[in-house]
C-alpha cells in the first residue's frame, strides 16, 4: 500500500514538474512569438496618432520685404511693470448657467515711456549769455506689451449648453493692453519720463560745457512753465 502510494506521488511530481515546464516553455515561445507583434503594433499606433495629429511645421518664406526704413533717437526713460485683473463674459444674467462664457485673465506687461529727440528742432535751442534753453519735445509712451510667459487665464466658466469662445481671450488681451496703458497713465508715467529725461539730459549738457541749462515745456493754451537747473 505504501508502495503504491510512492508511486502515485513520483507520478504527481513529475507531472507537475513537466507541467510546470510546459508553463515556462509556453510563455518562454509567447514572449518571442508575440513580444515583436506588441512592439510592432506600438510602432504603429505612434505613426497613426503621428498622421493623425501632426506636429505643425512651420516654413518661413525666403523672401522678405522691407517696407520701410526710419531712424530713431527715442530717449527711453521710465519703463512700468503693470499687472492686471480683465474679466471678460458674454450671456444674458438669466441664461449664464445654459449659455454664458466668463473668462478671468491674469495680465502682466509693460509700459515704457520717453522723449522722441527727432522731434527737437534747432528752434528749440537758444544760447544767451552762457543759459542754454532747451524747449523739449512732450514725453510719450513707446511700448504697451504683455508679457505672454507671465500672462494666462486663471479661471474659466462656460454654461452647460454652449462651447467656449475662442475669441473671449483676444478680447481679454486686447483689454489689457488698454488698461495696462491707461493705469500707468493715471500713476503719472509721462510726468516722471519728463523728469527723468531732464535729469539725464543736464548731465549730458553740462559735459558739454553748458553750466546752466533751462527746460521749457511746451507752451499750452493754459499755461506755460519752465524748469530752470543749475
Not at 523739449?136 to 487665464?153: A, C, G, T
Not at 483676444?170 to 523728469?195: H, K, P, W, Y
Amino acid at each position: 500500500m505504501k508502495t503504491k502510494l510512492i508511486y502515485i506521488a513520483i507520478i504527481l511530481g513529475i507531472g507537475l514538474i513537466m507541467g510546470v515546464g510546459s508553463l515556462l516553455l509556453f510563455n518562454g515561445i509567447k514572449q518571442q512569438v508575440l513580444g515583436p507583434i506588441s512592439e510592432a503594433n506600438k510602432n504603429l499606433q505612434t505613426q497613426i496618432a503621428r498622421v493623425l495629429n501632426p506636429t505643425p511645421t512651420i516654413i518661413p518664406d525666403p523672401v522678405t520685404i522691407i517696407n520701410k526704413i526710419s531712424s530713431l533717437a527715442r530717449l527711453e526713460t521710465i519703463q512700468y511693470s503693470v499687472e492686471k485683473i480683465i474679466v471678460v463674459e458674454k450671456g444674458q444674467e438669466v441664461l449664464k448657467l445654459l449659455f454664458g462664457d466668463r473668462l478671468l485673465f491674469v495680465a502682466h506687461g509693460k509700459v515704457i515711456a520717453g522723449l522722441d529727440l527727432t522731434k527737437l528742432n534747432r528752434s528749440d535751442l537758444e544760447i544767451q549769455n552762457g543759459l542754454l534753453k532747451v524747449k523739449l519735445p512732450e514725453p510719450e509712451i513707446f511700448i504697451v506689451n504683455l508679457d505672454n510667459e507671465k500672462s494666462y487665464v486663471y479661471n474659466r466658466e462656460t454654461g452647460l449648453l454652449t462651447k467656449s469662445d475662442p475669441d473671449l481671450e483676444t478680447l481679454a488681451r486686447q483689454a489689457a493692453e488698454t488698461q495696462i496703458r491707461q493705469a500707468a497713465l493715471g500713476d503719472g508715467i509721462l510726468e516722471q519720463a519728463r523728469v527723468n529725461a531732464e535729469a539725464y539730459l543736464l548731465g549730458f549738457l553740462n559735459n558739454l560745457g553748458f553750466n546752466t541749462v533751462v527746460f521749457i515745456e511746451p507752451t499750452t493754451p493754459a499755461s506755460s512753465s519752465a524748469t530752470a537747473v543749475p
